[in-house]
């Protein structure tokens, strides 16, 4: 155990625990506790026998409410994942105290999300989810949005039976996906699970997900637009352009209790980082305290029209404004207004950490700015005419999915991974 008696420790061990004989010396600990609350068993490998083993411990610490099984499947065989993962999740599927699964940094493609599809649409008592870095692509990713969407209804049947505590069926609060190649095919799936778990959503983090402008667009439009309780909206490192900008800026004043957006390395361009601060001006989002838009291609325009968002009296919260690797000099009118404005707030505050702007030691010269907005206008000219050729490819992608669903009965074949790995190249297309 950690020198906290409710936490049992395997973190970082580098232990390779392949049978119950393996496992077996580091569990007493956990077999004494009559009060664990939370087990971490991260940086190890487990092999399928010794999660049977502590599978069947598991199933008997009701007090269990947090299970970090992140990172323990390194240099396990593609069949060893499936069983190994089905006894730990069956283990933790009746504990109804437990409410957040952290499974990051493990291997769940299409030939092993079974297990996790399975423990998802079922654990009732599930309030945070993290799967980052799990390889899942557009398929297996619709798979476990589907089970989430799933999840909703039987959380809200639980929550009208009244047979158990109501603390136990309060609603989905934290979706962290993150570096999972969800691409824009999984995202109607996605918009589907936002809908269905609106009144609860808390905090969603999609970052490197490959989601391209169409994709985000419907994934804000269909999905997002309807969590009106969000506070962290983190998607980064995906492609907005000005039609994800635009998006953006038609649904954010919904989102009154905001605190930290982050659309960092998205490709806004100075347009569209204009569009989102006339919405922020707007008065929607008073709560917002952090605003993350490193390496978008903004430009002093784009920086002017922040600074006069954060000026307008509607963003009196806002302390934090990240805004490395744009197109703009240090000493720009706009960033030095902003500097002065989230300095002073700092002083106001007391507090000395996460205030101002962030470190802009990578801006790009303003020398070369000229010539970047000519080829920008060039290729914004061209957007259009890339459309129709990208619906095309959207409809492919939609008939190569619906060929997938129609081979799910079946055992998942060598054939099945190459339709699947296809439309991943597809989409990455698009």
């Not at 599930?126 to 589907?146: E, F, Q, V």
């Amino acid at each position: 155990m950690a020198s906290d008696p409710k936490i049992f420790t395997l973190s970082n061990s580098s232990l390779k625990l392949d049978s119950a004989e393996d496992i077996t010396p580091h569990l007493p600990p956990l077999l004494a506790s009559t009060t664990v609350t939370e087990i971490r068993l991260g940086g190890n490998t487990l092999g399928a026998p010794a999660c049977v083993h502590l599978g069947n411990i598991l199933r008997s610490k009701r007090t269990l409410q947090i299970a970090n099984l992140a990172d323990i499947f390194t240099a396990r065989l593609l069949s060893e994942i499936p069983p190994a993962l089905s006894s730990l999740l069956t283990g933790l599927l009746p504990l109804q105290n437990l409410h957040t699964v952290d499974l990051s940094d493990n291997a769940f493609g299409l030939n092993t999300q079974a297990p996790l599809v399975a423990f998802l649409e079922s654990h009732v008592p599930l309030k945070h989810l993290i799967l980052n870095n799990n390889g899942l692509g557009p398929r297996a990713g619709i798979l476990i949005a589907d089970a989430l969407t799933a999840l909703a209804a039987r959380k809200n049947e639980a929550h009208g039976s009244g047979a158990e505590s109501q603390q136990n069926f309060s609603g989905l609060e934290t979706i962290i996906c993150g570096r999972n190649r969800l691409e824009s095919g999984s995202m109607a799936a996605w918009a589907n699970t936002f809908r269905a778990h609106a009144k609860a959503i808390k905090v969603v983090k999609m970052v490197q997900n490959g989601i391209r402008q169409d994709g985000i667009s419907l994934l804000l439009h269909e999905g997002l637009r309807t969590c009106r309780v969000l506070r962290v909206l983190d998607l980064q490192d995906n492609t907005f352009t000005t039609t994800g900008a635009a998006a953006l800026a038609d649904v954010v004043q919904g989102w009154t209790e905001l605190v930290e957006l982050g659309v960092g390395d998205c490709l806004l361009g100075s347009r569209g980082v204009v569009l989102v601060a006339e919405a922020l001006k707007r008065g929607g989002n008073k709560e917002l305290g952090v605003l993350r838009l490193q390496y978008n291609e903004i430009d002093t325009k784009g920086v002017k029209g922040l600074f006069v968002a954060a000026t307008s009296g509607q963003l009196d919260k806002l302390r934090r404004v990240e805004l490395n690797g744009n197109r703009f000099s240090e000493e720009d009118e706009g960033v030095v207004g902003l500097r002065e404005l989230l300095e002073g707030r700092k002083d106001e505050s007391g507090v000395e950490e996460d205030y101002g702007l962030d470190d802009l030691s990578d801006l790009e010269d303003e020398s070369d700015e000229e010539d970047d907005d000519d080829a920008n206008s060039e290729a914004e000219e061209d957007e259009d005419e890339k459309e129709e050729v990208e619906d095309q490819t959207e409809q492919k992608a939609e008939r190569l999915l619906k060929e997938a669903d129609q081979a799910e009965d079946a055992k998942v074949s060598q054939k099945k991974d190459e339709d699947v790995d296809d439309l991943a190249e597809l989409l990455g297309k698009a």
